[in-house]
Each structure stands twice: as C-alpha cells, then as structure tokens.
C-alpha cells in the first residue's frame, strides 16, 4: 500500500514537472530577431566594396530577455569582417560560415528597444551572405513560481543575409539606417558605441530624439 502511495505521489510529481515544463518552453521562450541597415529597400542589400553596416537584435517578447552570445559567421571568400571594433574572431564548424565574429558582452533588450551593433567589412566578390547568430533567454526574474524550479530555456536564432556589391551606392539614410517603427528605440553600448550609427523612420517628417552618454556624464 505504501509502495503504491509512493508511486503515485512520484508519478504526480512527473506529470506535474512536464505540464510546467511545457508551460515554460510555450510561454517563456525568448523571441529574439535580427534587423538590417538597408533591407527596407529590399534584399540583397546593396553595399559599397568596403563599409561598414548597422544591425541590431530585438524581441517581440514581453518578458525582458538576456542576450547570452552574439555572432556573425562568414565565408572569408566572400567577405572580410576582422576589422569591426570590440569583436572576438573565431571559427566554425560550418562549412558554408567557416569564420566568425562575436560580440562578447551580455545584454538585456526588452520589447520596443533595439540593442543596435555595427560590422565591419570589405568584399571578395559581387555578393557574400552572412548568418546572424544570436542565443538568448527570458531573465531569470521574469519566471513565476513553480517555473523558476527550471533553469530558463536557452534558444538560438539565426538569420541569413545576402548583400550585393555596387559601386554606386550612395550611403544615405535609406540605404545605411537602420529602420525604426513608431515607438521603438535603439541604443549602442561599449566599444560599438565609439562608431556613428544612424536610423531611419519608416514615414517622412518623423522626428527621433539623440540621448548621448558622454565621459563627464552629461546627456547630449
């Protein structure tokens, strides 16, 4: 009887711990995306031979979100990036991406906030294509009771892009901004900080307002 009692106690807890589990992959799974300077005028972006080009990641997820690893892989045939700033080269695995760049340091975004990067790049070809990569999940603080039993739920998403070089590319705003919606903001951090970004809204006339952090402190 005993055995019974305690077989069905643990057989509970089993059911238990999958449903809640369930919960957490269904409801509390990061949303994390990639958006480029430029595909608003569609793809493959068209590129100068040697530049540099603003990303950024965002989620559409109402929970706040930790950016755990950041990374862009690269055919070095294609393209070079090793001389984008504040990056860690490294390799892959992939043979299509045998190279790649990282951006080290942790970040949160939250819905409607850009977290924007820049890379840098020169051509091989008339075309290279890069994979995004970034790998994520919702902040421990966000997870109700009973689900913060679990470790969060660590998801990679990814991206490919396609780029066209032209020689006759004119870096203006609709070519080299990133684009930003009505109601979202973009922010640059560390070492990425230190390179001009610029953004575009997606109606003529819209107004963005420019906050700097500067080294005494004051906003400009």
Known sequence: ???EIISLILGLFGILSL???LILWKFFSPRVLFRVAGEQSGEPIKVNPIGQKIFATFTKSTKKTRVLGLWIYFHPNEVDLFETSGVEKGFS???QFPMSI????????VRGTLQANYFHYRTKGRKFTLKFDVLSEIDSTELPFLLDMFPPRKVRSTRAVTFEVDNNVVPDLKTHG???LPG???QVVGVQSQQGVSAVSDKEGALLDVWELIENSKLK
């Open 1 to 3: 009887m005993m055995y």
């Open 19 to 21: 449903i809640l589990y």
């Open 93 to 95: 695995v992939d043979r």
């Open 102 to 109: 990282s951006f080290g340091e942790e970040k949160e975004i």
């Open 178 to 180: 990133l684009l930003l």
């Open 184 to 186: 979202e903001a973009m």
